[in-house]
Nanobody
Framework: QVQLVESGGGLVQAGGSLRLSCTAS????????MGWFRQAPGKEREFVAA????????VYADSVKGRFAISRNSAKNTVNLQMNNLKPEDTAVYYC????????????????WGQGTQVTVSS
């Protein structure tokens, strides 16, 4: 089992920034990637960004490229998501997750999930 705890969500005005963090514990040696997903009310959960643990290679959804940056701290088993120039359409619950795959953007490749943290962007 892997336990994931997210933090850093909140309310911000459009154009502002937030930084999300996710700390993993438990059987963390099983993870090859960590990713961020989000789910807005009435919508399906969607991929945001992922990072390969071994080399830090990243992949992003087109909707966040150039605005969001994912990073990892191997010593702390933490992955961060720096979100800049936030837009109202970024409003969602953000979830971190781990995968045994390398850098997947597919939700079904992720097997452990955090509880989520709310991000609200006002216009």
């Amino acid at each position: 089992q892997v336990q994931l705890v997210e933090s850093g969500g909140g309310l911000v005005q459009a154009g502002g920034s937030l930084r999300l963090s996710c700390t993993a514990s438990g059987r963390t040696w099983t993870k090859n990637s960590m990713g961020w997903f989000r789910q807005a009310p009435g919508k399906e959960r969607e991929f945001v960004a992922a990072i390969r643990w071994i080399d830090g290679r990243t992949v992003y959804a087109d909707s966040v490229k150039g605005r969001f940056a994912i990073s990892r701290n191997s010593a702390k088993n933490t992955v961060n998501l720096q979100m800049n120039n936030l837009k109202p359409e970024d409003t969602a619950v953000y979830y971190c997750a781990t995968s045994a795959m390398y850098g997947s953007s597919s939700l079904r490749d992720y097997d452990y999930w955090g509880q989520g943290t709310q991000v609200t962007v006002s216009s």
